[in-house]
């Protein structure tokens, strides 16, 4: 009986690492963030098992003073698995502008690859940066072009973010003599407006608790989880004098280009994610663009352009309202083109 029961066990061993293959195939390019996660027990915390090589299978489990990956109280910590260093461990949510999925700056994207480029786009106008499925990011592009520029400088000021039949918004104001202490943040889910108070740790949560929105400071920072969907932690900041000196921004105090930066985390994105970040999710993506230069840019904007902050109509769009994947993935191949990416520059210690 002890030999089948350790057949038995091996066999069960074996089972769950072929099902896990399965995902591993198709996970994202960052080791942090490789799991798939188990079902839990209710009231039970978060649990997963890692799929990057350096904890392959491995059960990680939430610890009790984080039980969740998103935070259920103003304050609290929420839970951070991480397959690279196999570990959950408890921590508040900021961006990191040199980790993966990050977008910062004007505008410097870090792809799930670990490679960095930039994107400048068109001031004044939406692009998709990530279309999947049953998810679409849209960014609104703002920036100005000094005299004897041949293109603008540019920022993210807003994104427009759908997923089922649903719409959240997020944007920062646009601001003149910028103060730390006045919130530049604003939300809306559904067309209408979200109030959160100002305070580290006020939560909103939606009526249907797909959206938890918390403020990670008292102004200008929060984190957004959508439901086994996403999350994206966000900071409000403005150009300032020393970064229009350095950079010839020649911004005033009429408009500081309050911009957004921040830092998005995917729960399984799909094998065709596109969009200017989703595309660098996929399986075995490579970059094109040579390594050797100083600023890699990812060009082809037509690709990315969409009539407005809403709408999921660029030319390499996935998404799919009623879920029909297949018949958007046809409808949005036949306008596809050859992937352009960028220069790589060494995964998390990527640099200018």
Request: glycine residues 8%; charged residues 20%.
């Given at each position: 009986?002890?030999?089948?029961?350790?057949?038995?066990?091996?066999?069960?061993?074996?089972?769950?690492?072929?099902?896990?293959?399965?995902?591993?195939?198709?996970?994202?390019?960052?080791?942090?963030?490789?799991?798939?996660?188990?079902?839990?027990?209710?009231?039970?915390?978060?649990?997963?098992?890692?799929?990057?090589?350096?904890?392959?299978?491995k059960?990680?489990?939430?610890?009790?003073?984080?039980?969740?990956?998103?935070?259920?109280?103003?304050?609290?910590?929420?839970?951070?698995?991480?397959?690279l260093?196999?570990?959950?461990?408890?921590?508040?949510?900021?961006?990191?502008?040199?980790?993966?999925?990050?977008?910062?700056?004007?505008?410097?994207?870090?792809?799930?690859?670990?490679?960095?480029?930039?994107?400048?786009?068109?001031?004044?106008?939406?692009?998709?940066?990530?279309?999947?499925r049953?998810?679409?990011?849209?960014?609104?592009?703002?920036?100005?072009?000094?005299?004897?520029?041949?293109?603008?400088?540019?920022?993210?000021?807003g994104?427009?973010?759908?997923?089922?039949?649903?719409?959240?918004?997020?944007?920062?104001?646009k601001?003149?003599?910028?103060?730390?202490?006045?919130?530049?943040?604003?939300?809306?889910?559904?067309?209408?407006?979200?109030?959160?108070?100002?305070?580290?740790?006020?939560?909103?949560?939606?009526?249907?608790?797909?959206?938890?929105?918390?403020?990670?400071?008292?102004?200008?920072?929060?984190?957004?989880?959508?439901?086994?969907?996403?999350?994206?932690?966000?900071?409000?900041?403005?150009?300032?004098?020393?970064?229009?000196?350095?950079?010839?921004?020649?911004?005033?105090?009429?408009?500081?280009?309050?911009?957004?930066?921040m830092?998005?985390?995917?729960?399984?994105?799909?094998?065709?994610?596109?969009?200017?970040?989703?595309?660098?999710?996929?399986p075995?993506?490579?970059?094109?663009?040579?390594?050797?230069?100083p600023?890699?840019?990812?060009?082809?904007?037509?690709?990315?352009l969409?009539?407005?902050?809403?709408?999921?109509?660029?030319?390499?769009?996935?998404?799919?309202?009623?879920?029909?994947?297949?018949?958007?993935?046809?409808?949005?191949?036949?306008?596809?083109?050859?992937?352009?990416?960028?220069?790589?520059?060494?995964?998390?210690?990527?640099?200018?």
């Amino acid at each position: 009986m002890a030999r089948v029961a350790i057949i038995l066990s091996g066999l069960a061993v074996l089972f769950l690492a072929l099902e896990l293959q399965v995902h591993a195939d198709t996970s994202a390019g960052d080791p942090t963030t490789n799991y798939v996660m188990e079902t839990q027990v209710a009231g039970g915390p978060d649990r997963a098992h890692c799929l990057s090589q350096n904890c392959l299978y491995k059960l990680l489990t939430c610890p009790e003073n984080c039980r969740k990956r998103e935070t259920i109280a103003p304050g609290k910590s929420a839970c951070f698995l991480n397959c690279l260093k196999c570990e959950a461990t408890c921590k508040h949510r900021k961006l990191d502008c040199f980790g993966y999925g990050a977008v910062c700056y004007d505008p410097r994207f870090i792809g799930g690859d670990g490679v960095m480029f930039y994107f400048h786009g068109q001031k004044d106008k939406n692009f998709c940066i990530v279309s999947d499925r049953n998810l679409h990011i849209n960014a609104h592009f703002i920036g100005k072009r000094p005299e004897g520029r041949h293109r603008d400088y540019t920022w993210v000021q807003g994104l427009g973010i759908m997923f089922d039949s649903h719409k959240l918004s997020i944007a920062a104001k646009k601001v003149g003599v910028w103060d730390d202490n006045v919130d530049q943040l604003t939300f809306s889910y559904d067309g209408a407006d979200i109030d959160i108070p100002e305070l580290d740790g006020a939560i909103w949560v939606s009526a249907d608790r797909q959206v938890v929105i918390e403020r990670t400071s008292e102004t200008n920072s929060a984190h957004v989880m959508i439901h086994e969907l996403m999350e994206v932690s966000l900071d409000v900041v403005p150009i300032t004098d020393a970064d229009s000196r350095v950079h010839n921004y020649q911004v005033t105090d009429e408009d500081r280009f309050a911009h957004l930066q921040m830092q998005f985390n995917f729960f399984g994105l799909s094998p065709s994610a596109h969009g200017v970040l989703g595309q660098t999710y996929r399986p075995n993506f490579k970059t094109t663009v040579k390594t050797d230069v100083p600023m890699p840019i990812l060009g082809g904007d037509e690709k990315y352009l969409t009539s407005s902050l809403l709408s999921a109509d660029c030319m390499v769009s996935q998404f799919s309202v009623d879920g029909d994947v297949d018949s958007a993935v046809a409808a949005s191949s036949v306008m596809q083109s050859p992937v352009v990416c960028s220069s790589k520059n060494g995964g998390m210690s990527c640099r200018r």
